[in-house]
């Protein structure tokens, strides 16, 4: 039956359709192909996430190898929840991506941006389904190793260097990874993340089990750009072609983040993680710095690109603090803000590539009184920083509000402060970009612009809707959310409360 393939159809469509694009070689059949699987994709993450509410986890062994001896695919809450997330960004930006692409790269390599693309896609989602420690490895090359070509595919020279940088970065936390993964497997003799978590349960004290923790959850940390392990990610999502920067800001390092989750939680266990390792203790310094620095940065930053690149830093920052609070309420915090700091970014990295396609650029000079001639382009990045800022009937707000309940329920009045002190930050840089727009002067020799066009608007916009939408309407979002961290969490601290 073919509900029961599923979870390897997830994985196999983007696979299969790579090398189709590249086979169409140029234009829009490449795109119409690529188009098409992000949304076959899509609508079996639907699927998914609609089965596993139904009825709980489901598994999915190739080649009818029953784990631990086979690769098992597991689709459990957090794992749909995650799907959902990268599918839904996919969906949406490949039908963007085709006057985009067109603008920013020539004929020549269209097929090899959409092979790259589904490649990176069919990566990231086998990361989030498999359930074996080491194809997880696999996966993670593939998304990394198309993510560094797609960067490299920049009209700026400097793309080159960001890749580049990337890629020494990406290979160092890959090989930390994998170096933790074998010394997992010395002990246990398995690579099955289920298997594993049941045998290590014995092991408790272990050098060698805490050497591995630690490689495991660096080489997790450079992939998702914790501060100060964040030095690749500037450049990278300044220097990318559009589609590339909004893609990856809203997908890679949410990934990895729910990679390091599935390892902290699933794997070695709450217990041994903040209870024998006291993770917390280099989380919490360490999130907090890259929220205060992320913030601060992005002020100074001429760059729309740039800017909003070190506010994912401080966003990343965010969801560490909710992790770092060791209670259901952190947990749920981190998420949400997993979830809507991929709506929001998303918006914003869809506006700002509608910028970019008329104006050829993105620094605060280019876009001086654009307002005027894209008041719809400007209005959806408006709305995606005030998402960001975390102003009432928002994502963002929704995201920061569980975010301080778990600060409280901890007595920690300093993480509270910084919270609302960075939001504060935010207004800053989020005005630079408003006040440039809106009540700056368009030089007398400037080219007519026009409004973006309607492939471009209509999925920003769509983005732009879903953050005011689940802003406002969290049942889903919150209850799935809480539901996964309460199954994750348990023994945890409890609480909550709803805005």
Not at 72 to 97: F, G, K
Not at 293 to 319: E, N, T
Not at 359 to 388: E, H, K, N, Y
Not at 418 to 443: D, K
Request: proline fraction near 4%; charged fraction near 10%; aromatic fraction near 12%.
């Amino acid at each position: 039956m073919i509900f029961d393939n599923l979870p390897a159809l997830l994985v196999v469509l983007p696979l299969l359709g790579a090398p189709l694009c590249l086979l169409l070689s140029r234009g829009r059949p490449a795109w119409l192909a690529a188009t098409l699987v992000s949304w076959l994709v899509l609508a079996i993450s639907i699927a998914l996430l609609w089965q596993v509410r139904a009825g709980g986890e489901l598994h999915y062994a190739f080649g009818d190898w029953a784990p631990p001896w086979g690769i098992d695919y597991v689709v459990d809450r957090l794992a749909a929840y995650v799907l959902l997330i990268v599918a839904a960004i996919a969906a949406v930006v490949l039908p963007y991506s085709w006057r985009s692409v067109r603008r920013e790269l020539p004929t020549r390599l269209h097929g090899i941006f959409y092979t790259l693309l589904l490649l990176c896609l069919a990566g990231l989602l086998g990361i989030v389904i498999t359930g074996d420690a080491f194809n997880l490895f696999v996966l993670l090359e593939i998304s990394s190793l198309s993510t560094y070509a797609l960067i490299s595919l920049g009209r700026d020279r400097r793309a080159l260097t960001a890749a580049y940088q990337y890629l020494i970065m990406g290979t160092i936390g890959a090989t930390f990874y994998i170096i933790g993964v074998g010394l997992l497997y010395m002990l246990t003799g398995t690579l099955n993340m289920a298997d594993m978590a049941a045998r290590m349960a014995a092991m408790e004290g272990s050098n060698t089990l805490h050497t591995a923790f630690a490689f495991i959850v660096v080489g997790l940390a450079l992939k998702l750009a914790m501060f100060p392990l964040h030095l690749w990610l500037p450049n990278a999502y300044a220097f990318a072609p559009s589609v590339v920067t909004a893609f990856l800001a809203a997908t890679a390092t949410k990934v990895a983040l729910y990679a390091m989750i599935r390892f902290i939680y699933n794997v070695f266990g709450p217990a041994f993680t903040f209870g024998e390792m006291h993770v917390q203790l280099l989380v919490l310094p360490l999130a907090a710095a890259g929220v205060f620095v992320g913030s601060v940065v992005a002020v100074f930053q001429h760059g729309l690109k740039r800017m909003l690149a070190y506010s994912s830093v401080a966003q990343i920052g965010y969801m560490l603090l909710g992790i770092g609070a060791m209670s259901v309420t952190g947990l749920t915090a981190a998420l949400l803000h997993l979830f809507n700091h991929a709506l929001m970014k998303g918006a914003l990295f869809l506006a700002v590539g509608a910028l970019v396609y008329r104006l050829g650029g993105s620094r605060l000079q280019d876009i001086a009184g654009i307002a005027r001639d894209m008041p719809w382009t400007m209005a959806a990045f408006v709305i995606g920083g005030l998402s960001l800022i975390g102003v009432p009937g928002t994502v963002g707000f929704i995201s920061k509000w569980y975010l301080i309940l778990a600060a409280l329920e901890n007595g920690w009045w300093p993480v509270v402060v910084l919270v609302l002190v960075t939001s504060l930050v935010a207004v800053v840089y989020i005005w630079r970009v408003v006040e440039t727009a809106y009540f700056g002067v368009r030089p007398a020799d400037a080219a007519p612009v026009r409004e973006a066009p309607l492939a471009l608007l209509v999925p920003t916009w769509l983005l732009v809707a879903a953050n005011l939408y689940f802003g406002i309407a969290t049942g889903l979002t919150v209850g799935l959310a809480g539901d996964i961290a309460a199954g994750l969490g348990a023994g945890l601290g409890a609480g909550g409360g709803a805005p």
